[in-house]
């Protein structure tokens, strides 16, 4: 999966793709409010990938409601989840918004705009009541659909289901939300849980962490119902394992950005191997790791780089907890989806 696809995780396959033109509320009368009170001269606005090509309309329409000299900047920096926060221009302006994304954490300088899905959710659910048992069920979604969570809740229920929701941890802002990289709010009592949301990209996560749970996805966006079959990525997962196993110099790799950075993980692989390698970077790419000598890579950063885009790079791209396996700290049979906990 390439970067454009992973970021399509948290948008593009989720309706935001724009693939049908589709009115968003990017709630500018929020960053007007802000300006005024904040006197702010800078604006800095950051869009997700899949969102980038709107934001000289959305410029256009924010300069209109704002003073001749207000300056409103728009971040050409890559924009995957609410981790992926740009920095440099957060610290360079009075306000700063970020689209697309729910708070991965509370800030007063940023104006969270989640950019709600408008698509109708029971329609596709109705499909996927085929591949349900009654009883017991699951429900999780993405951040696009929050807006309609509870409308699930109740079609659910009014069938007859028992719905099982819960609050992940504090990387997830709402109850039944799901990130890329952590299912917590799937930790429920039930053996299948019903995704409604765009694409694969997150149930079949969600399928790695939790396989023994039978994941039914209903997705409105391409209204399609189908089953996540996480064996494929498992057997891909282990053959970059065993690649890696023969492997003497490794390179760590710490990712900058501010949602992305487990140190303790990155530092203890190296505290405990003399051929391991600290690397910090921000984008992790198949191109900049190119020019690097080693054997095999770990990831600490976003886990979704590793399982999606792992067979793109040059040598084998494992996460910490594949890394243990490959080098006999584990054995095999412990392999885990590798999920990201906390904020920053
Ligand atoms: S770290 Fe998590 S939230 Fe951030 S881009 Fe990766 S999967 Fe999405």
């Given at each position: 999966m390439s970067q454009d696809e992973r970021s399509a995780g948290d948008l593009r396959n989720t309706g935001l793709s724009l693939r049908h033109d589709r009115t968003w509320d990017y709630e500018l009368e929020r960053i007007v409010e802000a300006v005024e009170e904040r006197d702010a001269e800078k604006v800095g606005m950051q869009f997700p990938e899949g969102l980038k090509r709107r934001a000289p309309h959305v410029t256009d329409d924010l300069r209109k409601l704002l003073p001749d000299d207000v300056r409103v900047m728009i971040s050409g920096k890559p924009c995957y989840g609410a981790c992926d926060l740009d920095t440099y221009m957060m610290r360079r302006t009075d306000v700063f918004v970020h689209f697309g994304h729910s708070p991965m954490k509370d800030s007063e300088k940023i104006i969270y705009?989640?950019?709600?899905?408008?698509?109708?959710?029971t329609p596709i659910m109705e499909d996927a009541l085929e591949e349900l048992e009654t009883g017991d069920v699951g429900l999780v979604t993405t951040a696009q659909h929050m807006n309609k969570f509870e409308e699930m809740r109740e079609w659910l229920e009014e069938r007859g289901f028992t719905v099982h929701t819960r609050r992940g941890d504090e990387r997830l802002t709402n109850e039944g939300q799901v990130l890329g990289c952590n299912y917590a709010s799937a930790d429920i009592d039930a053996d299948q849980v019903l995704y409604v949301g765009g694409g694969k990209f997150h149930p079949v996560g969600l399928a790695m962490e939790h396989p023994e749970k039978n994941v039914v996805i209903a997705d409105p966006v391409n209204n399609v119902v189908t089953i996540a079959d996480h064996e494929q990525f498992m057997k891909q997962r282990y053959a970059s394992v065993h690649k890696a196993m023969d492997a003497e110099k490794w390179g760590v790799i710490f990712c900058t950005k501010i949602g992305q950075g487990r140190w303790e993980q990155a530092n203890e692989i190296v505290e405990n191997n003399d051929n391991a390698y600290l690397i910090t970077m921000d984008e992790v790419t198949p191109d900049r790791l190119r020019n690097f000598d080693m054997d095999a890579f770990v990831n600490t950063g976003c886990p979704r780089i590793t399982t999606d885009d792992g067979p793109r790079f040059h040598k084998p791209m494992l996460t910490p907890g594949e890394y243990e396996c490959a080098v006999g700290n584990?054995?095999?049979?412990?392999m885990e989806f590798d999920t990201f906990h906390g904020t920053w």
């Open positions: 705009v989640p950019l709600f899905s408008n698509v109708e959710v584990k054995p095999l049979d412990e």
